[in-house]
């Protein structure tokens, strides 16, 4: 909403409450008085808002501000250069700046961690609280071959959807329209939250009783803005179920970028992707676009779940994306363990592409230079977005055992329920559980990708005929 | 743009940060750095800085932070009180907490001042620094009767406005089309600013890079949206005009409410109501609206212009509006100075407003409770209002003598040159003058209210052919 000319200024405005919220963290009285609150005994809310304070507090006084500082001025500048190398596909250009930036993120690596053998783990920790590689390693290891396995035999297949079936032109309001109208029944609340357009889609949860969540429109292709606005959604959820009277606690936060996602995974994929959600979606969806989607039920769910590798992430389907993410896993770990130098990375990212995906980027504004979170200095960010959905398909599952009839609610429009459900089990408890510990209590299970693979197999197995 | 559940979170975050910002101000060592800043000979910009700084300071040091805390309690509940009262339009609701009220702020003024004789002047120097009722008393005195005598003789008058022929249907996309185009010739920056909708217009210049207008649309009355917006946006070219390069400053701030107002009510009143600004834009709001307005440009001109006394200070014209505003400057005055008590207020202010506009509210609702101020705890706020029209009054003589050309491009639709000059004269300077110096220096006057008759007894008397 912001006008252009206001960014700077505002950029001074957050430097500055951010530079105070730092100063009251690091202050000695708020650590001696955090101190003396951990001797006593306490409710779980607090004592559970104590243990995040003092994680907070931990990371803010063991990182010197001179590194705080030089990260951020860096990252302005790598994100110029970022910009620039990407208009020009020229990842020379940003090679240095990446190397500056991996070097300063070693350094804020080895302030966090007592274990100087497992840096990515420490910065993995900030986006994914308690996840270490010894985690990830034999989840991704598993992943890897079973997806790249899938990928080939639907490429294999000869039953390929119809992708023209869903092209038409869709003029945005109506798009809009339809997109309230599914938010509206999965529960968002829109005395505490909005729906606005941005170029790229986000969810900000100010707080329970404020959330706003965007989107873009494609005219040509109803499903950019409807999948995102679905997802950013699920996002929204979480926020608005929030425990209202314990909002201001530091335990009355969302858990963690991977749970965070897992919320909008769930809605995105395991409900809005799903036959049973357009048995009811599907003729509605045909009346707000009247002359478009002249096709089955059956071609139309093919085409929205098209199994097609690419070189972009973003654009990728669910059986590709957790490759993508499992690639530039493997590299950030290589580059925070110095195994991988900057100037290797646009070839092993190639070769990599071209081993799992089977895809050879055109140039490298399509494949090394393609996301913007390293020149922000957001490294151990990307296992989140494979997290969440490995954390979602688990959660689904559950709601599908303990919700009897949930594919026959979610096939007659009503999604009430499963909401309901996600905000008591997840959303309500916050911080008070770790994502280890709530994933654990909600599914009797640890993290795992059975539920994830079961749900490909599954779908694609029918889909593709395989 | 804020959800409705949104606002008590936002109330608290609110307080928070004025809170903070307040211990901030009476902190003593920022006190004694002001001092030491004080002793130095200092460039114009930093001089009038430090002099608002310990403006500034010098106010909140004074009041003691338990009666701000008891004022903004006692606001809050006067607010819901006051809203309940309209409601019922029964002003013994509201009357407890507006005796309160006045008794919080005559507290307030009496920390403020160090003459007790002069409570009023203490709460009018909060909105309008400077200004006195040694200075308001004969000006408000001669401008009382002239207003009254005129508008009895316009509704003396044979020749009256054809109100219907600026009646319509209105679609309010049109209409922001058309108030678009407008602001745009005004010099509106739409790269510092935007245009939404509230149900109370307003404009907020939180940087001068980012200025935030509202109207709100009737469908069945153009000029309500039209007129509102060209006023907002007069307050929008003010704060898009302060020095960018200055800005954060004390002294890179608008001068007083009443300078603000003088700025949006120049383009309200002396451009946008005025005869030459319709030369151009009539057939341009014909064009907008096909088959509405089918009359003449005079005729248009008298109803965009009617006079008619009414109850409502905010649908009131540029005749009444003066009288509205005096009856409220009188019963404040004598509120604050014990002559009235609180009890006979609404006797009082319905036997002036027979004496000065011939009207007898129906209710109290449209009559001592109209207005939010004083549930506010506004005291000494409504001058400013007619002070804007004073000034304004004064500064747009002063342009016309000194862009020779300007009515004739107001005609054509140029409107830049006005705005340059009053960004080079009135944006500009910034608090480096006060409302007092800067009206001297800029008109070569004193604050009067000669020019602001003249151009009522001009318009007004060839209009209604007195």
Redesign the interface.
């Known amino acids: 909403?912001?006008?252009?000319?206001?960014v700077?200024?505002?950029a001074r405005q957050v430097a500055t409450l951010a530079t105070?919220y730092h100063q009251c963290l690091v202050d000695a009285e708020y650590g001696a008085l955090l101190e003396d609150l951990g001797q006593e005994t306490l409710d779980p809310w607090i004592g559970a808002s104590v243990r995040e304070a003092k994680r907070e507090r931990d990371k803010a006084v063991r990182v010197p501000a001179t590194l705080v500082h030089e990260i951020a001025r860096t990252a302005s500048l790598a994100y110029e250069a970022w910009v620039q190398a990407r208009q020009e596909s020229d990842f020379e250009t940003f090679a240095p700046w990446l190397r500056k930036m991996t070097d300063l993120k070693r350094q804020e690596a080895a302030c966090l961690t007592d274990d100087a053998r497992l840096p990515y783990d420490a910065l993995i920790d900030i986006y994914e609280p308690g996840m270490t590689t010894a985690q990830l390693d034999p989840l991704f290891e598993e992943l890897r071959p079973r997806l790249a396995g899938l990928l080939e035999r639907i490429m294999a297949s000869p039953r390929q959807p119809k992708s023209e079936v869903i092209r038409g032109t869709f003029p945005t309001d109506q798009q809009e329209t339809f997109g309230r109208m599914v938010i509206t029944a999965m529960g968002f609340?829109?005395?505490?939250?909005?729906l606005d357009r941005s170029p790229h889609p986000f969810c900000s949860g100010?707080?329970p009783?404020?959330?706003r969540i965007t989107t873009r429109y494609s005219e040509e292709d109803f499903s950019i803005a409807f999948f995102g606005m679905v997802h950013e959604a699920g996002h929204g959820l979480y926020e608005q179920g929030l425990d209202p009277d314990r909002?201001g606690l530091h335990a009355c936060e969302a858990i963690s970028l991977g749970i965070h996602e897992s919320q909008s995974r769930l809605w995105e994929i395991f409900v809005a992707r799903s036959g049973a959600f357009w048995d009811h979606w599907f003729e509605k969806l045909r009346q707000q676009f009247p002359g478009q989607f002249n096709t089955t039920l059956h071609d139309f769910l093919h085409a929205v779940n098209q199994v097609k590798a690419g070189p972009i992430r973003v654009d990728a389907d669910e059986v590709t994306y957790g490759l993508h993410v499992i690639l530039r896993y493997e590299i950030e770990k290589a580059l925070m363990e110095e195994t991988l130098e900057v100037e290797d990375l646009e070839q092993v990212w190639n070769s990599k592409m071209a081993s799992y995906l089977q895809v050879t980027p055109a140039h490298a504004s399509e494949g090394v230079l393609q996301d913007v979170h390293w020149s922000h200095g957001l490294i151990g960010y990307f296992p989140t977005y494979l997290l969440g959905t490995l954390y979602a398909a688990q959660l689904f599952r559950k709601a599908l055992d303990e919700i009897g009839s949930l594919q026959e609610e979610i096939a007659s429009g009503h999604l009430l329920s499963l909401r309901e459900w996600l905000r008591q089990k997840v959303h309500q408890p916050g911080r008070t559980r770790t994502a280890e510990q709530l994933i654990r209590e909600v599914t009797g299970a640890n993290l795992n990708s059975e539920h994830f693979l079961d749900h490909l197999e599954d779908k694609y197995g029918r889909l593709y005929a395989l």
């Open positions: 909403m912001m006008p252009s000319k206001a700077r200024f505002r105070i609340d829109w005395e505490a939250g909005r100010l707080t009783f404020d959330v909002f």
